[in-house]
Nanobody
Framework: QVQLVDGGGGSVQAGGSLRLSCAAS????????SAWFRQVAGKGREGVAA????????GYVDSVKGRFTISRDSTKNTLTLIMNNLRPEDTATYYC??????????????????????????WGQGTEVTVSP
């Protein structure tokens, strides 16, 4: 089992930056893939970025490319999402997620799939991000 605790959300104006973090505990050696998803009330959860444990390969959805950066620190068992040039449409609850079966290619492609969230086993509790115009 893996436990994820995410945080770092807040309120910023458009153009601002935030740094989300996710701390993993438990059987962290089993994590093959880590990702960030986000969800707006009344809508489904959508992928944002992912990183593979095996080769540090990263993937981003088009809407955040060039603005968001995902990274992981295996020594501290932490996952980070740096969000720059935030836009009002980035407003959502952000969740970190992890899985112990997704290989490098599946890891970075799952975030773009409609059923991508179903492919992840472990989830954080969510942290809210609000971007004002």
């Amino acid at each position: 089992q893996v436990q994820l605790v995410d945080g770092g959300g807040g309120s910023v104006q458009a153009g601002g930056s935030l740094r989300l973090s996710c701390a993993a505990s438990g059987n962290t050696d089993s994590i093959y893939c880590s990702a960030w998803f986000r969800q707006v009330a009344g809508k489904g959860r959508e992928g944002v970025a992912a990183i593979s444990t095996a080769n540090e390969r990263t993937g981003y959805v088009d809407s955040v490319k060039g603005r968001f950066t995902i990274s992981r620190d295996s020594t501290k068992n932490t996952l980070t999402l740096i969000m720059n040039n935030l836009r009002p449409e980035d407003t959502a609850t952000y969740y970190c997620a992890a899985d112990h079966t997704l290989g490098p290619t599946a890891c970075v492609t799952a975030i773009s799939l409609h059923d991508g969230p179903e492919m992840y086993t472990y989830w954080g509790q969510g942290t809210e991000v609000t971007v004002s115009p």
